[in-house]
């Protein structure tokens, strides 16, 4: 398969090198990634400043392409205007720290593969539910893995596949469950702190609140208990039963 | 009521001067904003550089306060450290161009608001559908109206209104539509240019791809049509039909 990388910890880390690896074993690989950290950068866009573009060299051979912009310039800017061709399927990752529950919408990972599934390319995120990964290559087999199980079963148009992996040993995997997106959310707490100057700034930082009523059918559940999640989403944000009541209203 | 506005195009915006004067006839408001524009940010947070609070006046007295981050930055240190209270509802706006189809993926105004809506706060994104706004005027009123409406009515947790106000003389408004999000989206052109120092670099430009099949009871198509459009939206991003599907596969 023509597969393009992407990611949002930026093309120097260690997760895409991971999937970049293991995945030019069996595809023909394209890698169009951020030149910088992009963590929790949403599905935010670049249109007020111009975009540049990086060639990128690793152990002396040609790796990809950087962007200094978000995971979503770099499918928009990589399928346009630097591959010039349509890959199979687009894999965003792997990245450091969980993208369930309400992470979906804080991410940059997922918004990566989203910007693919808008543009009707199937689509695939992969994050390792761990802010320290050590070991990406479990993480890197499961993403080949789901590469084919994608391409030959297929997705929607405007579908894409978010997959969380806990940070654990293989065996110690309990298997993988098809979640839905758990509503937990962050408590944010900012740490408040003054500088060298006598100013203040604030840090976020925060814990989960775990949602009441969830079991392992819910992504966030599902890697605490030890199970791979799998979460098909899509960009329709509407909420239908609410327009369904606001349609009788009298404006 | 108590309402905390919020925006993307930034704190010295006009759109955020006409729905605070306006507000402010009926309404305890508060504002916390971003110091500089945000747009196209999504639902970015700031979480590896610390952020920092500004009083800001207007006219010789107290405005609000702007913080140098995202609009969903705003909501979150605006209710957990500025405020320290729970504001009635959220009002993110007026923003300058039209959020509705795909643009509320990439939307900072739309975001301000869901970020209230994760925090289980009523909120409503408000647009106006040009990129040369000369009146906020009318849209004022009309985030107004709704307020009103979301109080009486109530929104589930989670859920938004996001309206988009056709940039028209108000009599030549139709009128108000509940509508879905269209599946509209950019095709993206980047143009290339030339810097003083013979390096490319490329800006963002494109076109609206107008969804076939699509009316005036999608958002985007409301507009074009000269009608109003409230979208309420959340943000359960779950594919239930797909979920259901891949729930059969053996892994």
């Not at 929607?156 to 806990?166: A, F």
């Amino acid at each position: 398969m023509k597969i393009l990388i992407v990611n949002d910890d930026g093309i120097n880390s260690k997760g895409i090198m991971a999937l970049a690896k293991r995945l030019q074993m069996e595809h023909e690989i394209y890698v169009v990634a951020p030149l910088t950290e992009q963590s929790a950068v949403g599905h935010a866009i670049t249109m007020k400043i111009p975009l540049r573009i990086f060639k990128i060299e690793r152990e002396g051979s040609f790796f990809g392409y950087a962007v200094d912009g978000t995971p979503a310039d770099c499918i928009k800017i990589g399928i346009r205007n630097i591959l010039k061709i349509t890959p199979d399927i687009v894999i965003s990752g792997i990245n450091n720290g969980s993208n369930a529950a309400i992470n979906v919408i804080y991410s940059g990972t997922v918004s990566g593969a989203r910007e693919a599934a808008i543009m009707n390319i199937p689509s695939i995120a992969v994050s390792v539910a761990s802010h320290d990964v050590k070991d990406f290559s479990f993480a890197a087999e499961i993403a080949n893995k789901f590469a084919y199980l994608v391409k030959e079963n297929g997705l929607p148009n405007g579908t894409l596949l978010n997959i969380n992996i806990p940070d654990l040993p293989k065996q110690k995997i309990k298997g993988i469950k098809v979640t839905r997106q758990s509503m937990s959310r962050w408590d944010d707490v900012y740490e408040k702190r003054v500088d060298p100057y006598g100013k203040d700034y604030y840090w976020l930082t925060g814990s989960m609140i775990e949602h009441p009523n969830e079991n392992d059918s819910f992504d966030y559940f599902a890697n605490l208990n030890g199970y791979i999640s799998v979460t098909p989403i899509h960009f329709d944000l509407t909420d239908y039963s609410t327009f369904e009541k606001y349609q009788n209203f009298e404006f």
